[in-house]
């Protein structure tokens, strides 16, 4: 379905408002020099890692142990990532590093 300029203009308009809109509010809900209620820095403290493990378990929630490869891609996969992160705390090396190398080992290794 082909859409028009005004409409593509329009809808363009309406995202940049909301990106800015999300942006902005916690800055006007917090403002410099305001005490943050701690049920924010709580979530603040746990929620990062909470994600991270989800994300882990939906990646790894389809692998499958008991056919070929077993595994054994993603086992590799995650172990690199975990000890780039632990020994350079660089999320986007250690991210970064476990992706390319789990391309390379389903396509050209197993």
């Known amino acids: 379905m082909p ?3 005004r409409l ?3 809808i363009i308009i309406a ?3 909301t990106t800015f809109a ?3 509010f916690p800055f006007l809900l917090f403002p410099e020099g305001k005490k943050t209620p701690p049920i ?3 979530l603040g403290k746990v929620l990062t890692p909470a994600v991270i493990g989800m994300l882990v378990v939906y990646c790894l929630k389809d692998t499958t142990v008991v056919d070929t490869p077993h595994g054994i891609p993603e086992l590799i996969a995650v172990t ?9 705390r660089n999320n986007l090396l250690s991210i970064g590093t476990g992706t ?4 390379f080992l389903i396509q050209a290794v197993f």
């Open 8 to 10: 593509s203009f329009v």
């Open 40 to 42: 924010i820095v709580y």
């Open 100 to 103: 390319i190398l789990y391309m």
């Open 80 to 88: 690199v990532t975990v000890v780039l992160h632990v020994w350079k």
């Open 22 to 24: 999300t942006r902005v």
């Open 3 to 5: 859409v028009s300029g």
């Open 15 to 17: 995202v940049a408002l």
